[in-house]
């Protein structure tokens, strides 16, 4: 296969802090509709990855294809219009907006909405606000504002945030961190739902929920891969193991 037959291509990505080289050499590639996860031990460079793509941190060397575009030529905001969306650790939610006005005003608005466009694109941001909330299981709590929500619900919402920007590339950093058993089962539903028609790249640290929701995992250590396949191959490869076991 070819780098433009993935959505996602990174290759022979390096990037150094003071010559230290947290990411180094790194290639893999990300299909359609595929969930990708990216474990490995704390300073294993995962974060750091993922700044790469959405453009916060500049490549020393490599590049990162979306489809047939250079990432690392592009800007933040050029990256996010491309169709790459990302979620922080730390939700940036407005709280003191309803669920609906939070994903109302994420909506994007390249557009003109001038005149006799501006009601049809209201019923439209209605229409996919309603949508996008049944997607994240809030469709109930569209009028409560955000503060008012449990943590695993905010989670949703901001995932929800992205989701109306309708993002090719969806990135999330411990998405389920901090969440109830149950309330992680159906993240791991939610991110199965929204498959169709984009890719995921996903940070964990919970194995359950990895086992849950990977199609293929990729162990980064030392900015490298160490293992790459399917969560059964990787946990019983002896690399992964010794270094998970730290001996
Ligand atoms: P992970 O997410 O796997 O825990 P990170 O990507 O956060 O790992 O970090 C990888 C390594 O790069 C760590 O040693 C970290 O200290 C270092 N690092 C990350 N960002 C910077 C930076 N902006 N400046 C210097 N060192 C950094």
Redesign the pocket.
Known sequence: QQPKDFLLSVEGLTVS??G?K?VNDLSFYVDENEIRVII??????????LDLICGK?RATSGSIHFRDRDLTKMRENEIVQAGVGRKFQTPSIYDDLTVFENLEISFPRGRSVLGALTFKRDAEVRERVHEVAEMIFLKDRLAMRADLLSHGQKQWLEIGMLLIQDPELLMLDEPVAGMSVSERVKTAELLHRIIEGRSVLV?EHDMKFVEDIAHKVTV?HQ?QILSEGTMDKVKNDPKVIEVYLGH
């Open positions: 802090f003071d230290f947290a490995g031990p704390n300073g294993a460079g995962k974060t750091t990855v941190t940070i980064l900015g």
